[in-house]
T-cell receptor, first 115, second 118 residues
Framework: QQQVKQSPQSLIVQKGGISIINCAYENTAFDYFPWYQQFPGKGPALLIA?????SEKKEGRFTISFNKSAKQFSLHIMDSQPGDSATYFCAASIGFRTGNEKLTFGTGTRLTIIP | GAVVSQHPSWVICKSGTSVKIECRSLDFQATTMFWYRQFPKQSLMLMATSNEGSKATYEQGVEKDKFLINHASLTLSTLTVTSAHPEDSSFYIC??????????????FGEGSRLTVL
């Protein structure tokens, strides 16, 4: 019930292309869905996040699409650049801003942008 | 923005010794901090929730006597891996939320601490 399933496991995209990573969840109580970017040997950094009351959120080249009825959300990276090569994790939590909400992470997607 | 700092960033120790990892929130107070463990090419797994001034809450399957957590102040939480063994070798990451007036409640992660037990 607490799982967040992420796909694909790895992704290779040409520079300038669109990178798309998908996540699905079961627990309808989740109310916060962030995406994290992690470079090797570093901690994750928040990229963009969405709450279930909106269907899309865009920040620069990064867009989250959220489908509440399908219990799915995805990350789109437009105009992908070599510097975007990293591992991306989706996550979900319950109890937004209550102070004790715990993140459940997806399994991660290793993205490689080739020139 | 808010920063969470971990120390040390990497440590190598002999089997049977104990190792302490510190997690500090540098410019905000954190009543709650979270400790994660990440094995190579795997996701982050929550180990425990560290609460300032009270006992930590451990996730199922995490040995509280092996992974001692102390949250002595609003800016510092420590994780001590006691009697470390090679299977404890992993990347340990802490995180904290900034709920101060200027904070968004975003969860900030430390840079991680890589533990290698020989």
């Amino acid at each position: 019930q607490q799982q967040v399933k992420q796909s694909p496991q790895s992704l290779i995209v040409q520079k300038g292309g669109i990178s798309i990573i998908n996540c699905a969840y079961e627990n309808t109580a989740f109310d916060y869905f962030p995406w994290y970017q992690q470079f090797p040997g570093k901690g994750p950094a928040l990229l963009i996040a969405i709450r279930p009351d909106v269907s899309e959120k865009k920040e620069g080249r990064f867009t989250i699409s959220f489908n509440k009825s399908a219990k799915q959300f995805s990350l789109h990276i437009m105009d992908s650049q070599p510097g975007d090569s990293a591992t991306y994790f989706c996550a979900a939590s319950i109890g937004f801003r209550t102070g004790n909400e715990k993140l459940t992470f997806g399994t991660g997607t290793r993205l490689t942008i080739i020139p | 923005g808010a920063v969470v700092s971990q120390h040390p960033s990497w440590v190598i120790c002999k089997s049977g010794t104990s190792v302490k990892i510190e997690c500090r929130s540098l410019d905000f107070q954190a009543t709650t901090m979270f400790w994660y463990r990440q094995f190579p090419k795997q996701s982050l797994m929550l180990m425990a929730t560290s609460n300032e001034g009270s006992k930590a809450t451990y996730e199922q399957g995490v040995e509280k006597d092996k992974f001692l957590i102390n949250h002595a102040s609003l800016t510092l939480s420590t994780l001590t891996v006691t009697s470390a063994h090679p299977e404890d070798s992993s990347f340990y990451i802490c995180s904290a939320r900034d709920y101060s007036g200027r904070g968004t409640g975003e969860l900030f992660f430390g840079e991680g601490s890589r533990l290698t037990v020989l």
